[in-house]
T-cell receptor, first 111, second 115 residues
Framework: GDSVTQTEGQVALSEEDFLTIHCNYS??????LFWYVQYPGEGPQFLFR?????EKGSSRGFEATYDKGTTSFHLRKASVQESDSAVYYCALGDSNNRIFFGDGTQLVVKP | GPKVLQIPSHQIIDMGQMVTLNCDPV?????FYWYKQILGQQMEFLVN????????KSKLFKDQFSVERPDGSYFTLKIQPTALEDSAVYFC?????????????FGPGTRLTVL
């Protein structure tokens, strides 16, 4: 079945560091790929999506490029801030209106 | 931005009792969803709902589970009877349209504890 794998369970950075969170997916065809962000006490919030090979999604300085060849959708940000501390979920949407989430990556940014 | 509300935020009940989790979706959204997250585990799809009907459900959506949205009011998840393994955070979501690319808007979750 469709699935998403996030490599990092937790990432600890200092402000202005470069962020990479790795995401790989397993699915047939061209699923929609998403990044969601979750702050304490809240539900996941849509960050951005991509729907075809080589498409780049971006929002708030975060970006990821859909790569069908490597089945990846890695999240990157050039300079993180303390306010970026949250849990980040890579997710896959299928044609049956289901979202499959990765395990989530806890990002901690120290001032 | 648009908000999904969930009531209550916490619920503690005894095993075997019935529980109803309530979701107030974004106004004018047409598709509704429930997800389940056991502490420390992945968030998993339970069910989606459109035009008064369940469209897709996962194997986690046991026979004891039911959903409805009578007359445009709350979208509810009912569990009857509850079991210990139903303890989890349940997230409701809604979207204006369906399909793989639809952005889903999530509520803050209801933490259900079954004793």
């Amino acid at each position: 079945g469709d699935s998403v794998t996030q490599t990092e369970g937790q990432v600890a950075l200092s402000e202005e560091d470069f962020l990479t969170i790795h995401c790989n997916y397993s699915a047939s065809g061209y699923p929609a790929l998403f990044w969601y962000v979750q702050y304490p006490g809240e539900g996941p919030q849509f960050l951005f999506r991509a729907s075809r090979d080589k498409e780049k999604g971006s929002s708030r300085g975060f970006e990821a490029t859909y790569d069908k060849g490597t089945t990846s959708f890695h999240l990157r940000k050039a300079s993180v801030q303390e306010s970026d501390s949250a849990v980040y979920y890579c997710a896959l949407g299928d044609s049956n209106n289901r979202i499959f989430f990765g395990d989530g990556t806890q990002l901690v940014v120290k001032p | 931005g648009p908000k999904v509300l969930q009531i209550p935020s916490h619920q503690i009940i005894d095993m075997g009792q019935m529980v109803t989790l309530n979701c107030d979706p974004v106004s004018n959204h047409l598709y509704f969803y429930w997800y389940k997250q056991i502490l420390g585990q992945q968030m998993e799809f339970l069910v989606n709902f459109y035009n008064g009907k369940v469209m897709e459900k996962s194997k986690l959506f046991k026979d004891q589970f039911s959903v409805e949205r009578p007359d445009g009011s709350y979208f509810t998840l009912k569990i009857q009877p509850t079991a210990l393994e139903d303890s989890a955070v349940y997230f409701c979501a809604s979207s204006p349209w369906g399909g793989a690319y639809a952005e889903q808007f999530f509520g803050p979750g209801t933490r259900l504890t079954v004793l």
